[in-house]
């Protein structure tokens, strides 16, 4: 059986009754954390870029956007999920290395939205999304991840497959819509050598692309039955090596959402492992800059080939140093939203620190890699003697998990912009959202 038969399958029969009750739970968590973001993230510059493009382009008043007002349900998508992507602190899932909220969720609203559909649906149409992407995220990883952002191409079939269930298409359909996601699945990591703003049109294109699909779909518009697997598809042409298996394995007997990852600093993950170890560290003592001789970091070449840049020219460049964020961690002890600003930036200590970061590939890193991003730290100080850290796991895995209560506060933290009842109001519609008829009322509250 085709592969997008069998997801279909899987998609089509899914119902909100069958879902565990941790997972109902667990879900809710990766909305709020989702809200979390994409309110922070919406008055940055490329955001509001891309809001007035939005706005531009006009539409029907269908759903809400985070950055205000309304527009179609295809620029909410566009909108709000590029606006979840820039401060850095949206959920990733290892295996597949793939940001699923960004992309699965502003299809999920949108649409939910504009056909007033339940928190029940909502809950559901996230499972299933999360379930596609990243089972075929694994599949191509890591390989497919040197040249293509997955969380922009394997989201893409995430954001379709979700809206599929939304929308209530039928096997048939289905397939087609997943077709139709992967041949517009796109999004190449060269933005990262000049710090371009692709990146947030990255998550917003492959929500709208995912939707557009969807609805395609709906109308029985045909798309490839072997986008996957077919000699000219996907997993053919956009990775070195794939494994077809993970697609199906234990389909419908787990749920790959449970998997997913945490951020509580604002960067990229792969320098969190390093991060992690290095505010404890600051914790225990306070180190500055003229002790130090230098540090040696040892990891998977895949961080290095991300985050190896000594010269970071930018705030958000920086997000993608990993001499830049070990050097912050260490000397300050935090690595929050607030603390990537221009005053680190060119703290001359931190510069100054980071030119003595070696970063080091190391084969039992690699090795583990993906199931496990761990490094090893050592920070050698010039009096002789030297301390090492290791982890295999930054906080936020399910490894090493951050709570309910600690994804509460990260958005209340980061909805600064929402009153104080307004966002209390918003956290109970949220976590309770199984009792919510439509989500028009959660979506109204974020502008209060």
């Known amino acids: ?14 119902s909100y009754e069958q879902l565990p009750k941790h997972v109902i739970e667990f879900t809710k968590l990766c909305l709020l954390d989702y809200f979390a973001s994409a309110i922070a993230g919406k008055d940055k ?41 820039i401060v850095e602190l949206d959920d990733i899932h290892k295996g597949s290395i793939i940001h699923a909220a960004t992309v699965v969720i502003p299809a999920v609203l949108a649409v939910a939205e504009w056909k007033q559909l339940s928190g ?34 394997c989201g893409t079939f995430g954001a379709a497959a979700a809206v599929a269930k939304l929308l209530n298409l ?85 749920y790959k959402i449970i998997e997913n990852s945490f951020k509580i600093h604002a960067s990229c993950r792969h320098t969190h492992h390093v991060m992690d170890e290095m505010i404890e560290l600051a914790k225990e003592r306070k180190f500055q800059e003229r002790e130090i001789d230098h540090i040696v970091v040892r990891t998977y070449q895949v961080a290095i080939n991300i985050t190896d ?29 607030d603390d990537f600003n221009e005053g680190t930036l060119w703290d001359h200590d931190i510069r100054a620190l980071m030119k003595r970061v070696e970063l080091i590939s190391d084969e039992t890193f690699n090795d583990a890699y993906p199931d496990k991003w761990g490094a090893a730290v050592t920070v050698y100080l010039k009096k002789g003697d030297s301390i090492t850290r290791k982890t295999d796991y930054p906080k936020g895995d399910p490894e090493k998990p951050v709570t309910s209560d600690e994804l509460v506060m990260k958005f209340k933290n980061l909805a600064k912009t929402m009153s104080d009842v307004a966002r209390d109001r918003f956290v109970n519609d949220v976590l309770t959202l199984e009792r919510q008829k439509n989500i028009h009322k959660l979506m109204k509250t974020i502008h209060e």
């Open 170 to 254: 039928t096997e048939e359909q289905i397939v087609h819509a997943l077709g139709n996601a992967g041949t517009q699945a796109a999004g190449l990591w060269e933005f990262i050598e000049d710090g371009a703003m692709t990146k947030q049109l990255h998550p917003g294109k492959a929500a709208m692309n995912g939707l557009i699909s969807a609805m395609l779909g709906k109308k029985n518009f045909t798309g490839a039955t072997k986008i996957l697997e077919g000699n000219r598809g996907f997993f053919h042409a956009m990775s070195e090596q794939f494994d077809v298996t993970k697609v199906t394995d234990k389909l419908g007997e787990r």
């Open 45 to 85: 510059k490329p955001i509001q870029m891309i809001d007035q493009f939005a706005k531009e382009m006009g539409g029907y008043e269908q759903a809400t956007t985070v950055t205000g007002g309304k527009t179609s349900v295809m620029n909410a998508a566009f909108v709000n999920g590029a606006a979840s992507h």
């Open 120 to 153: 029940k649906e909502v809950i559901t149409a996230v499972v299933v999304g999360y379930e596609v992407c990243y089972r075929i995220g694994e599949a191509v990883s890591p390989s497919h991840y040197y040249f293509w952002h997955n969380t922009a191409t």
């Open 1 to 14: 059986m085709e592969l997008s038969r069998r997801l279909a399958q899987y998609i089509s029969t899914l």
């Open 309 to 337: 840049n000594d010269k970071p020219m930018t705030v958000y460049a920086a997000k993608f140093s990993l001499q830049f964020c070990t050097a912050l961690a260490l000397l300050t002890g935090r690595g929050g939203l």
